[in-house]
């Protein structure tokens, strides 16, 4: 099992996915957040994900075909969509597991 931990940023709300896939490929997604517009893109990823097929439809893809579905009216620099692309992607096995970072901080000119 996979497990990721998104936090989103300047709203404070917190992911958790869990995914699983006993053949490599497939995987089946579980995933809790803090979001209500997550908790429901989660209703729409219920059922197993070709990790193989995601990978190569990109956007085009039921991860992101569901975001585009369910996210209406979310913040368009969310990451936790990336996330949960990301983890499908290891949990079938066509990534390995590391950490991914996104900073951002105000810096002083000159």
């Known amino acids: 099992m996979i497990k990721t931990t998104i936090n989103a940023g300047v709203c404070g709300f917190k ?3 869990l995914a699983r896939s006993d053949d490599m490929q497939n995987v089946t997604l579980s995933i809790e957040s803090d979001c209500e517009k997550i908790q429901g893109l989660a209703e ?11 990978i190569g439809a990109g956007f085009n893809g039921e ?3 569901a ?9 368009a620099g969310c ?4 996330g949960i692309f990301k ?6 096995a066509v990534a390995l597991p590391a ?4 900073e951002i901080e105000r810096v002083e000119e000159g």
């Open 15 to 17: 992911t958790t996915v």
């Open 44 to 54: 729409g990823l219920s059922a197993p994900i070709d990790a193989y097929q995601e």
């Open 63 to 65: 991860v992101y075909q």
């Open 67 to 75: 975001v585009l579905a369910r996210l209406k009216g979310c913040c």
């Open 79 to 82: 990451v936790v969509p990336c």
């Open 87 to 92: 983890t499908v992607q290891v949990a079938g």
């Open 99 to 102: 950490p991914v970072a996104i």
